[in-house]
């Protein structure tokens, strides 16, 4: 918000939230009930607008994608969740200019309106009201605005965004769209008085100023040299560090996309060109290995849309498979194909803790491809090229998280360390830490425990860790093999407390479950009321039973001086992260230099829980 927000400042529909896009139902009904006029304006607002969210969905999902923004890029900073909330209503805009253009459109006497597709000479007169006029108001417009009155008022709302991103262009109060509005009509009027408006017209205008807007709040520099070193350039056309130093010094470089004002009124910034040299060669935010490296997977074919770089706002709240996502299926299967054939594990998200710099990358494959042993070769085939990267980068710690380290896929990420020995990166699984998430969730004065999934890495750690400090431990499990080798783990004092079981109703008189795998509603239905669920099951449990407690998948809010988190990890709340995930980070805050791959070290759980806490962990 702004420091001190004036009249106005609010959109009339800003309470009504995602509500809002009501609005545009009145053109559509226009146009499907076969209303619309002559002029056809209702189905060109509807698909000006359409052409409007697709412009700056391309422009956002390009600014993210770091393969591309990384080696121009201009500021080293990312940005927060709450910039992402603040910026959430910036269509804000297309919805008041569809309501102003038509209100004109209307207008008794005027005649906006029977307008040509096309008109050669008015798209030049469109040119010429925009150079003229309209940057030159502009300009000093938005000097105005920068006088203490007004930018406490309304101005400082936008600069709140220090580090911008395409569609930070559009987020002002109401107040002031109401005066760019004004001033950004002049060209659409300007032909019309001139006899040259058109059709045509109104998509140029509209999407060109939509377009220059995205450019200006990349963060990254990508108008070429040879461009802009044609003489005379730079005072006709803006570039993305030019505008960033707008935001970063504040009261310098006013112009909207033409700097010839900023030159002819000294208001340019004496840094200008040499942040552009520095960005377009890559020197300004240089580009540097990371500390730690966290590998993810996708989950729901839809989770595609949960990467930083699809839907933004959604990506920026856990994910949930939405109704609206349903006609996305088809182009989900077809990107898991593509990336079959032709994908790597890619950047999805860049983040800081204290001295550490992390990355969280993706593998190219979804949950489903996990469970068919013919994908097992291309998805290891990903991870060690991804842990080969990582360790010719100098990166120190790579983690592994969910089905990336599945015991039968590689032996929790053992069959990479055995291959490559010399390995400097530590690759670490996390599980230590997720067994202790899960054991401190479990009171202290429990006896007895029912343990499913109890012969996997968690399942086992668990187990022994409670039998050692007197605990009763039923372990389900049909392999009386798997059973045996790790009954044998034990000490002999121990030993005695670990208890074989092959069917689920052996759990029938014990109160605490602590669950590895899937448990169906009639499973569930055999515990005792008032059992709580301790659960590492992936996905979590359903909840059948309204008497009894179930337990959140192990997971840290993540130390309160973590920046730059702008997407929630799947299912995680806003901040934090899965315990694996957490585990990378504390291994890489601690030095520890060993790999923490195949079978947990139960012996390590207090001491990797004690590391957590004293980082500023917190158990979720």
Known sequence: MATNPGLLYKFPWEDMG??????YVPFAATVLSGN?????????????????????????????????TERTKIQDKGISYEQIDREDNWDDYIILQSYVMTAVHHLPYLGY?????????????????HVGPTEFVYYWLHRGLHHKFLYSRYHSHHHASFVTEPITGSVHPFMEH?????????????????????????????????????????????????FMSIPGMKYLIYTPSYHSLHHSRVHTNFCLFMPIYDHMFGTVHK????????????QSAPKTAPDVVFIGHGTNLVSLFHLPFMFRSFSSRPFEPKWWLAPFWPLCVMVMFVMRIFGKVFCSDKHRLRHLKMETWVTPAWAIQFFFKSQWKFINSKIEEAILEADAAGVKVLGLGALNKNEALNGGGKLFVDMHPNLKTRVVHGNTLTA????????????????????SKLGRAISLYLAERGVKVTMLTASTERFQKIHDEAPPKAQKLIVHATKIEAG?????????????EKDQGIAPSGTTFHQFVVPPLQEFRSDCVYTDLPAFALPVDTKYFKTCEMTMERGCVHACHAGAVVHALEGWDFHEVGAIDHTRIDQTWDAAIKHGMVLK
Not at 436 to 452: D, Q, R, W
């Open 36 to 68: 619309d006029d002559a002029d056809n304006w209702s189905a060109h607002i509807c698909t000006i607008a359409v052409l409007r969210y697709i412009v700056a969905q391309i422009f956002t999902s390009i600014s993210r994608i770091h393969n591309i």
């Open 508 to 520: 029938a008189n014990c109160k605490d479950w602590i669950v590895g795998k899937f448990c169906s």
């Open 436 to 455: 202790a998430a899960v054991l401190k969730k479990i009171p202290s004065n429990v006896k007895e425990v029912f343990v499913t999934g109890a012969t």
């Open 271 to 282: 840094t200008t060109d040499t942040l552009y040299e520095k960005a377009i060669t890559g």
């Open 18 to 23: 995602n509500y809002k896009y009501l609005l």
């Open 113 to 129: 309106g029977g307008f040509p597709l096309y008109n050669n000479a008015g798209l030049w007169q469109m040119l010429w009201w």
């Open 178 to 226: 109401l005066m760019y509005t004004a001033n950004f009509a002049i060209p659409l009027l300007g032909p019309f008085f001139q006899g040259g408006a058109s059709v045509s017209m109104f998509y140029a205008y509209l999407l060109g100023f939509d377009i220059m807007n995205a450019i200006g709040h990349c963060n990254f520099e990508f108008v070429p040299r040879w």
